[in-house]
Structures are given as structure tokens and as C-alpha cells.
């Protein structure tokens, strides 16, 4: 808990603001770290979470990556200072310019959310003379039985492609020169 003395230097900031313990942010980055190493896991923190500078040079610093939900979050990690290589952006609605500017700054990889969705990257791929390393996010249709609004697992989410449409297309995704 926080002593009264805290307390009350608190109480004359104005609201909202957000105070963080960063002490325990370096212990729960260790720890994570630890455990990660122990497996070969390569962690990376959605920065959607929280896109505090501050914040941010401290994740990289512990050697996390970054999972990016838009084309905006791409270029925030860039700017925060992320290696592109750890950078991951998943997420629906990529529009061409984003996956265009990800392709540039040579991120990990794309997740694609539809077969549409792996078409366009190997097109601007191909213009662009690059080859870029995608994710499939296969939609698995399991009811989580969890609120209706946070459920993306299910055969009618936005989420995802159906493992009968990944196995429909598998010839025409290995065609693709530039996936």
C-alpha cells in the first residue's frame, strides 16, 4: 500500500494520470525473461497494452519483442527504438501503405488474417523485390464459453481463417513467391 505521505503528494496531480511502479515492471520483465530463456521462447509485449515511451525503452531494453495490432503501432515501436526484427503486426484491416511501410522497415513477420490477406502481402512483397515472412492466424471454431464480447475463436468471428479454408488453399498458399 501506499504510505499516507505518498498518498497525499498523489492527491495534487490532476486526474487521470497514471502512476507505475517501475521497480516491479524491471522484476516481472526478469522473471519473464528467465523463464522465457529457459524454453527458447521469444516473448513479445502487445504494445497496444500501453505506448508509453518510458515504458517501452524499459521492455526493450529486458529483449522483448512487440506484437502490433495497426499499421500506427508498427511505426510507434520503430520510433520507441524496437529492433524491426522482433516486431510482429497481426491484426485485421492492414491497409496496403501499412503492410507496404512494415515490408520497408523489414519486421519479423505479418500474421494474416485471410487468404485475401496473404495475396496482398505477396503482391507488395513481389513489387517491392522482398520476400516477407508471414503468420497464419487459423481460426479454430471453439466456443470459449466467455463473454460474447471478447470471443474470436468462434467459425463466425472476424478473426482468423478456418482450417478448412487454410486446407482448401494449400496449393495456391506454397505458390506464392513472396510469403
Do not use: W
Amino acid at each position: 500500500m501506499l504510505s499516507r505521505q505518498v498518498a497525499a503528494k498523489l492527491a495534487t496531480h490532476e486526474t487521470p494520470f497514471y502512476l507505475y511502479d517501475v521497480e516491479l515492471l524491471h522484476q516481472t520483465l526478469e522473471s519473464l525473461m528467465t523463464m522465457a530463456s529457459r524454453y527458447n521462447y521469444k516473448v513479445h509485449y502487445a504494445i497496444k497494452a500501453n505506448y508509453d515511451p518510458r515504458l517501452l525503452q524499459i521492455i526493450r531494453e529486458h529483449g522483448l519483442g512487440i506484437d502490433c495490432a495497426s499499421g500506427n503501432e508498427v511505426k510507434c515501436a520503430i520510433e520507441a527504438g524496437f529492433d524491426p526484427k522482433t516486431i510482429v503486426y497481426a491484426g485485421v484491416g492492414k491497409r496496403d501503405k501499412e503492410i507496404r511501410y512494415a515490408i520497408e522497415q523489414g519486421i519479423f513477420a505479418i500474421n494474416c488474417e485471410s487468404i485475401e490477406e496473404l495475396h496482398v502481402v505477396n503482391e507488395i512483397a513481389g513489387e517491392m523485390g522482398k520476400v516477407m515472412s508471414v503468420g497464419l492466424r487459423v481460426n479454430p471454431d471453439i466456443d470459449p464459453k466467455t463473454n460474447h464480447c471478447i470471443d474470436t475463436g468462434q467459425a463466425d468471428s472476424k478473426f482468423g481463417i478456418s482450417y478448412d479454408e487454410v486446407l482448401e488453399h494449400v496449393a495456391d498458399i506454397q505458390a506464392l513467391e513472396n510469403i
